[in-house]
C-alpha cells in the first residue's frame, strides 16, 4: 500500500535549522510530487511548498521564502524539508503528503518538531 | 494568493442527522476543491476531491457539490466515528500554490 513515513521528533533551538524525512514506498516515487503542510498546536493546516520527484521543480510558500528548502532522493525515494532560522511560531506538527499536483493522498504520520530555548 | 473560508467554525448536530459545511473561495478555483478529515492526533485524511468525487474507501454518506467560490460537503447521516474537524482546499494553480480553509469542527449535539 501507498505510504510515507516521516522522521522522529525534534527539538531546536531558536535560529537553528531543522531537516525532516518523509521516506515513501508503494508507489513509483518520481510520478508524484511531494507537498509539506504544518500545523501549528491547536490551529488549522498551513501549505509550505511542493516539490517535484520527477525532476525537483519547487514552489514554496512565499511567508516561507528563504527559510525553507525541499528536496528530493530518488534513490531511496524520500523527500526532506529542512528549514532554517527557526523560531518559537515554527513549533508545529509537520505533514508531507503525496501530492497528484492537486490533492493529497496520502500524508504521513507527521513530524513534531518544537523550538524552544 | 487565494482565500478559503469556511463556516460555521463549529457545527454541532446530532448522531443519525444531516451536517452541512461550507467552503467559499475569494475567487473562482472552477472545481479544483478538495475536503479533509482530520481526527486528534492523526494525519488528515482526503474525503472528497474535483469538488465531488469521492476518494477510495471514503463512504457514500459524504458527498461534495459545487463549483466556482461556493463548495459543501454534505454528511448525509453522521456517525460516531465523523465527528472530526473537515478542511477544504483548492489546488487551482500552477505552479502550486494550495490553500486551506481554516476547518469546521463537527462536534457532537
Known amino acids: 500500500q501507498v505510504q510515507l513515513v516521516q522522521s522522529g521528533a525534534e527539538v531546536k533551538k531558536p535560529g537553528a535549522s531543522v531537516k525532516v524525512s518523509c521516506k515513501a514506498s508503494?508507489?513509483?516515487?518520481?510520478?508524484?510530487?511531494i507537498s509539506w503542510v504544518r500545523q501549528a498546536p491547536g490551529q488549522g493546516l498551513e501549505w509550505m511548498g511542493w516539490?517535484?520527484?520527477?525532476?525537483?521543480?519547487?514552489n514554496y510558500a512565499q511567508k516561507l521564502q528563504g527559510r525553507v528548502t525541499m528536496t528530493t532522493d530518488t534513490s531511496t525515494s524520500t523527500a526532506y524539508m529542512e528549514l532554517r532560522s527557526l523560531r518559537s511560531d515554527d513549533t508545529a506538527v509537520y505533514y508531507c503528503?503525496?501530492?497528484?499536483?492537486?490533492?493529497?493522498?496520502?500524508w504521513g504520520q507527521g513530524t513534531l518538531v518544537t523550538v524552544s530555548s | 494568493e487565494i482565500v478559503m473560508t469556511q463556516s460555521p467554525a463549529t457545527l454541532s448536530v446530532s448522531p443519525g442527522e444531516r451536517a452541512t459545511l461550507s467552503c467559499r473561495a475569494s475567487?473562482?478555483?472552477?472545481?479544483?476543491l478538495a475536503w479533509y478529515q482530520q481526527k486528534p492526533g492523526q494525519a488528515p485524511r482526503l474525503l472528497i476531491y474535483?469538488?465531488?468525487t469521492r476518494a477510495t474507501g471514503i463512504p457514500a454518506r459524504f458527498s461534495g457539490s459545487g463549483s466556482g467560490t461556493e463548495f459543501t460537503l454534505t454528511i448525509s447521516s453522521l456517525q460516531s466515528e465523523d465527528f472530526a474537524v473537515y478542511y477544504c482546499q483548492q489546488y487551482n494553480n500552477w505552479p502550486p500554490l494550495y490553500t486551506f480553509g481554516q476547518g469546521t469542527k463537527l462536534e457532537i449535539k
Open positions: 474535483g469538488a465531488s
Open positions: 503528503a503525496r501530492d497528484t499536483t492537486h490533492w493529497f493522498d496520502p
Open positions: 508503494g508507489y513509483t516515487f518520481t510520478s508524484y510530487g
Open positions: 475567487q473562482s478555483v472552477s472545481s479544483n
Open positions: 516539490i517535484s520527484a520527477y525532476n525537483g521543480n519547487t
